[in-house]
């Protein structure tokens, strides 16, 4: 039997992070506000990320450098970007664009809007952290790129450089000095880049459950709720799913890499597609580093958590419904044992959905049918990172007031 029809002033459908950080600004603002997911709140991408609030992830996925390389890079099985081939047909028409936004002035561009976003999200999630009673869960130690050789050191100066370029603070380090900052790594003889600024979460679960605590604390209801249908009705937008039927004044669409459906429902055509994204943990009390480091030439991150290390990262685009990937686990788990040959078998691993756009930006803004319907999606690799100044954006838009970050280079009229 459906649920009675309902009124409510705002409608956040998605419990991952970032739309439980729309849904607790809203809240604490005295916004009247239901979040609307089937799933365990913070339970997908919001969890299983390498726990970095990522001040230093600035550059696009597509960049010239990426282009040039694309073909090995999506066809090598053990490449850190990697394609399903039974996905390529779908994907070609995302591929092209991708390749579009990887020239030179695109890429440059796409780099500045995203480092806008970025400028302040350290600082955005310690303040937020202190006030979710979570704050031992934030460290700023900063977090460090590895360089296996000189050479390797050398051909990262561009990559540097456009950091740099971009606001980002950061330190390159001797082999002799990342020895000391990391005594427990291996030898990396090119040293590495150290990133000072970095805050790295011990537990993303937890804070994220925090997060969810504190919006339901401030008013703020789940109602754990599919939602397959949204239109426009007088007084505000219509949605149904299984057991549902809800009228809202205003919607937000902040359901990551489930977002294009309802999208295209509300009149917008987005070219978003899914990055699956993987992890590898194992328990520990006695951690082999203190703070987040990337291999390089493995293109993934080790992460020290409470408990645990766990390895993250790489990209698979291959959509929403195959199975995960043996080798891509397999292929974490082998290169951090190459690392730590001491490590015994992984105690888990995990396989979850990143909403990817060939822009690298978020999808932040009304609809173009109309201000009732508002998109928060499509954030990456910085779902995490960018939860707490979309949601002050969102907040403004509503309020009808000026956003923190010019919203323009986010709207969904760029497509």
């Known amino acids: ?107 440059r561009a796409n780099g500045q809007a995203i480092a806008a976003l970025v400028a302040d999200a350290c600082d955005r999630w310690l303040g937020l952290g202190a006030d979710l009673g979570a704050a031992e869960h934030f460290r700023r130690r900063g977090c460090l790129y590895l360089y296996d050789s000189p050479a390797a050191r050398r051909a990262a100066e561009t990559d540097i450089a456009g950091r740099r370029d971009l606001g980002v603070t950061v330190e390159m380090v001797t082999a002799e000095e990342l020895g000391q900052l990391e005594p427990g790594l291996p030898g990396f003889s090119g040293g590495g880049a150290y990133f000072p600024n970095v805050v790295s979460l011990t537990d993303p679960g937890r804070v994220v459950a925090a997060l969810a605590e504190a919006a339901w604390q401030a008013g703020a209801r789940h109602l754990p709720h599919r939602v397959d249908r949204l239109e426009r009705v007088t007084g505000g937008v219509r949605l149904t799913g299984p057991d549902l039927s809800l009228t809202a004044a205003r919607t937000v669409i902040a359901a990551g890499a489930h977002g294009r459906g309802l999208a295209r429902q509300a009149g917008d055509r987005v070219p978003m597609d899914t990055e699956r994204g993987y992890h590898v943990e194992w328990d520990m009390k006695d951690l082999p580093l203190t703070r987040p480091a990337s291999p390089t030439r493995l293109g993934f991150y080790l992460c020290p958590m409470q408990g645990r290390l ?13 199975p995960p990937s043996p080798h891509r686990i397999a292929r974490l788990a082998e290169g951090t044992r190459a690392l730590f040959p001491d490590l015994p078998e992984p105690s888990r691993s995990w396989m979850g959905f990143r909403p990817s756009l060939p822009d690298s930006l978020p999808v932040i803004g009304p609809s173009r049918a109309g201000a009732e319907v508002i998109h928060a999606y499509g954030h990456g690799h910085l779902g995490l990172t960018l939860a707490p100044v979309t949601a002050a954006m969102v907040a403004a838009m509503v309020a009808g007031g000026p956003p923190p970050v010019d919203p323009a280079p986010y709207r969904v009229t760029r497509f």
């Open 1 to 107: 039997m459906a649920m009675a029809a309902r009124d409510v002033e705002i409608a956040v459908i998605g419990a991952g992070v970032v739309g439980l950080a729309i849904a607790h600004r809203l809240a604490a603002e005295g916004r009247e506000v239901v979040v609307l997911d089937p799933g365990e709140p913070g339970s997908g991408a919001s969890y299983g990320n390498a726990g970095a609030i990522a001040d230093h992830g600035v550059l696009p996925v597509g960049t010239p450098a990426v282009l040039r390389d694309l073909p090995r890079l999506l066809f090598d099985r053990d490449s850190p970007l990697a394609i399903r081939k039974a996905a390529l047909p779908t994907l070609a028409p995302w591929l092209l664009r991708f390749a579009r936004e990887s020239l030179p002035a695109r890429a």
């Open 310 to 322: 766990r390895s993250a990262g790489t990209v698979e685009l291959g959509g929403l419904h195959a």
